[in-house]
């Protein structure tokens, strides 16, 4: 089955500045990478995803980028807000649909 | 609204008595799955549908039951709950099993003594 690890898992940074959690695969048939936001106390909640054709996706200040020879993904936040303070998981969908997350990162935006 | 809503939110149970968590969406969904968070874990997959009448496990189906009866239904059964089992648990749907956002539940935090 599908393994997916996450680093770091603690991210401290200041206000307005760049972010970046790094991920890896080990399925080389897993073909849909998600990443969630959870704040505190709330659901899990999709920021960004890519497919496995697409190298990267940007939307307003989050990417993701993918190397799929090297089964890795990874986001980038910029001009980070307080507002960004969360964990933040990444996924993968294996080949048989299931799917798996990482331990995730818990990002902390100082003012 | 679209949602997906689980019930009960908070349960406290004792080691051995059957339980049975509720999970619907009306979204029409095909793909339903079931997670448990634990701290320094992140969400762990228990089982997942992919359509009505057929489920397949996950990454820690063992002490699991569930059932796909209904497309917007997804019960998780826990026929002898342990202590081990004590855990942040959500539900999730998707449009499909392929490239489509999973809306989480609000989450279902249980305790087994």
């Known amino acids: 089955g599908e393994n997916v690890e996450q680093h770091p898992s603690t991210l401290s940074v200041q206000e307005g500045d760049s972010a970046v959690i790094k991920c890896t695969y080990s399925?080389?048939?897993?073909?849909?990478f998600p990443w969630y936001k959870q704040e505190l106390g709330k659901r899990p909640q999709l920021i960004i995803d890519?497919?496995?054709?697409?190298g990267e996706k940007k939307d307003q200040r989050i990417a993701v980028t993918l190397n799929k020879t090297a089964k890795h993904f990874s986001l980038h936040i910029t001009e980070t807000q307080p507002e960004d303070s969360a964990v933040y998981f990444c996924?993968?969908?294996?080949?048989?649909?299931?799917?798996?997350f990482g331990a995730g990162t818990r990002l902390t935006v100082k003012p | 609204e679209a949602q997906v809503t689980q019930n009960p939110r908070y349960l406290i149970t004792v080691t051995g008595k059957k339980l049975t968590v509720t999970c619907s969406q009306n979204?029409?969904?095909?793909?339903m799955s079931w997670y448990r968070q634990d701290p320094g874990l992140g969400l762990r997959q228990i089982y997942y549908?992919?359509?009505?009448?057929?489920?397949d496990k996950g990454d820690v189906p063992e002490g699991y039951k569930v059932s796909r009866k209904e497309k917007r239904n997804f019960p998780l059964i826990l026929e002898s709950p342990s202590p081990n089992q004590t855990s942040l648990y959500f539900c999730?749907?998707?449009?499909?099993?392929?490239?489509?956002?999973?809306?989480f539940g609000p989450g279902t935090r249980l305790t087994v003594l």
């Open positions: 999730a749907s998707s449009l499909s099993g392929q490239y489509n956002e999973q809306f």
């Open positions: 399925d080389s048939a897993s073909n849909y």
């Open positions: 890519i497919r496995s054709n697409v």
């Open positions: 996924a993968a969908r294996g080949g048989s649909n299931d799917m798996r």
């Open positions: 979204m029409n969904h095909e793909y």
């Open positions: 549908s992919m359509n009505v009448e057929v489920t």
